[in-house]
């Protein structure tokens, strides 16, 4: 972010949070929050009047946010509760790995040149599940206007930006500006998850994507099925398709057809995902704290090649 930047926003900071603490981002918000657990971690990356960062903690989130002015920084630090770092984009490092990082309107400010490492490093801040929300105005030109230089970006451009750094594309959409007056003016938005790059199963199969999750989700949203779906009844469910998927072993351990695995293992699966929703349950987060306490148990010095319980090792 250009110096010249930065001193248009310490020197027109009141009006400018004037001007957009009550602009509605609630339809973008509500976008990427989909791709954020329940309680995570958000960072509010130019975080402006700190409108977002509010509705974010609203909503149960925990949230930390920087912008490069500091008179901005110092209003909105008094409007949230907490201090706003004082950073610019290209300085910014944190260790904190966030399920979220929300860059409303801010990218736009960062030189060309200097965006796919931002991106880059921003990207290093995230959990290996986590989400990006970007915003750019709409066009395809570098632009200085009032003293603030513009990285305008078109649909494409935004999404090859993220493809090339690291991250699958969820959501690319363009809207017209919030603010009263300005409705005409376009944005291009965009949220991408970091890209999984691994692929560890047998038969080259691919972790589950976020569509697929939000898929199975919106499949039960659609025919009001929530109301039924209570911890117990899920776990019914899963039990009684984990039986129907034993069921194609019935007669033989190697006689079964696989179409029939195929659609009670992804039974089982699905009810698994809804389970997750309900509870509000991250998949990595408890299988990795099972997988600590089966490592714990099953030590591979006393358990390798032995089918006994970790008891009678």
């Known amino acids: 972010m250009t110096n010249d930047t930065i001193a248009y926003y310490d020197q027109n900071a009141a009006a400018f949070i004037e001007g957009t603490a009550n602009a509605d981002m609630s339809y973008s918000r509500n976008l990427f929050l989909q791709y954020i657990r329940p309680g995570g971690r958000i960072l509010d990356a130019g975080c402006g009047s700190g ?17 490069a002015s500091e ?5 909105a630090s008094e409007r949230l509760g907490f201090p706003v770092a004082c950073k610019r984009f290209e300085d910014f490092e944190g260790e904190t790995e966030y399920d979220g990082i929300w860059c409303c ?3 736009l400010h960062v030189k060309a ?8 490093r921003l990207k290093k801040m995230l959990r290996p599940d986590g989400a990006l929300y970007v915003s750019f105005k709409k066009g395809s030109t570098e632009r200085v206007k009032e003293g603030r230089y513009f990285n305008d ?10 493809l090339e750094n690291g991250f699958e594309v969820m959501e690319l959409f363009e ?11 376009k944005w ?3 949220v991408g998850k970091v890209a999984n790059t691994e692929n560890n199963y047998r038969g080259g199969m691919s972790t589950m994507k976020a569509e697929t999750v939000k898929r199975i989700l919106r499949f039960t949203e659609d025919r009001d099925w929530d109301q039924f779906h ?25 006689d079964y057809k696989l179409d029939d695995v195929r659609d009670e293992l992804a039974d089982v699966m699905v009810y698994c995902i809804d389970m997750l929703d309900k509870l509000g349950l991250d998949a990595d987060e408890i299988i990795n704290a099972k997988m600590d306490k089966n490592e714990a148990k099953y030590p591979v010095d006393k358990a390798k090649g032995s089918a006994k319980k970790y008891t009678d090792l």
């Open 153 to 162: 970006m078109t649909s494409t451009s935004c999404e090859d930006l993220l």
């Open 175 to 185: 809207s017209g500006d919030v603010r009263e007056g300005r409705e005409d003016e």
């Open 230 to 254: 209570s911890p117990a009844n899920l776990a019914k469910s899963i039990a009684i398709e984990a039986g129907e998927l034993l069921e194609c072993f019935q007669w033989s351990d190697t």
């Open 113 to 120: 040149v200097d965006l796919p490492d931002v991106i880059r």
């Open 105 to 107: 309107a801010s990218l």
């Open 188 to 190: 291009v938005n965009a």
């Open 71 to 75: 008179e901005i920084c110092r209003i």
């Open 51 to 67: 409108r977002d960062s509010l509705a974010f903690m609203e909503a149960g989130y925990q949230v930390d946010a920087f912008d």
